[in-house]
């Protein structure tokens, strides 16, 4: 993908002392803001706080031909709230946005941030330790569930879902034996 960069943040990039950081929005029943700064940071309207627990965003390739993205993030298990957000299967599909924000000497965002990822979350891995905890979120593009069928199917445990108390399809396998479907 191609992108423009502003003059100013050119000239950040021309230094020999480049000062980066990552500005990750994680959007489950509220939206996270967080960054892997040394220190707070405000843009677009959020404040990006920031946090310890924000360990790694693997890297992120591009390349030209047409294929599913994906990239990890890697979280604190210690904090309980993203566990608890996991655990609460709502995070399936959720956002998740992660930019490159280059800062200057008083730790101030130069130009816009570069959106480095836009994504959904495919599923998570709790992986502890007798020393550390962390969370891998599984991250894809919106065009990763493209093949995905659907809609509902035909048997009890789907029907009911919305139907809590219709018991039709509880005797559907018994009437599959009756058919007979191209036979003589």
Sequence with gaps: MS????????????NDSIKMCHLLEIHLSSTSYITDAGHDISYGGNSYQASSHFLNVQTVKE???????????ILSGVEQSFVSAFLSSGYVSSQVRILRAFLDTNNVIVGAPVLIYDGRINGYNVKDTMDTSVIELDVASHWSDFEKRSG?????????????????????????KDLKWGRS
């Design 3 to 14: 992108r423009s960069l502003d003059t100013s943040l050119l000239t950040i990039l021309d």
């Design 63 to 73: 390349s030209a031909e047409l294929r599913v993205g994906s990239t990890k993030l």
């Design 152 to 176: 509902r199917k035909t048997n009890s445990n789907s029907q009911g879902l919305f139907f809590p108390s219709d018991k039709g399809f509880d005797f559907a396998a018994n009437i599959v």
